[in-house]
Nanobody
Framework: QVRLVESGGGLVQPGGSLRLSCVAS?????????MRWYRQAPGKERELVAR????????MYLDSVKGRFTISKDNAKNMVYLQMTNLKPEDTAVYYC????????????WGQGTQVTVSS
């Protein structure tokens, strides 16, 4: 059974930083796995923030977070991170970790989410 658990959310002032972590159990970080961070703000649709291919380390970012957020991984620990810097109020959302196997296809797996609030 695959389980994703996020941590690291909280309240931060504009311009501040947070590091989100996601630990994946029951999942092998194989060459086909893509780890992703999504977020959902109140009244808005869930959006893809960043993704990383666990085999190659290739990353992709939402335009609005480029240069501020960095996704990384630790294959040995089955963990994915999202380092967020220069946070803005519009980054306020629940952040979700997601795992997808591009060879096997759906379903993909979701964590329970962690709240990030950027406010002075």
């Amino acid at each position: 059974q695959v389980r994703l658990v996020e941590s690291g959310g909280g309240l931060v002032q504009p311009g501040g930083s947070l590091r989100l972590s996601c630990v994946a159990s029951g999942l092998t970080f194989s060459k086909y796995v893509i780890m992703r961070w999504y977020r959902q703000a109140p009244g808005k649709e869930r959006e893809l923030v960043a993704r990383i291919f666990v085999s190659t380390g290739i990353t992709m970012y939402l335009d609005s977070v480029k240069g501020r957020f960095t996704i990384s991984k630790d294959n040995a620990k089955n963990m994915v991170y999202l380092q967020m810097t220069n946070l803005k109020p519009e980054d306020t959302a629940v952040y979700y970790c997601n795992a997808f196997n591009s060879l096997l296809g759906p379903p993909d797996y979701w964590g329970q989410g962690t709240q990030v609030t950027v406010s002075s």
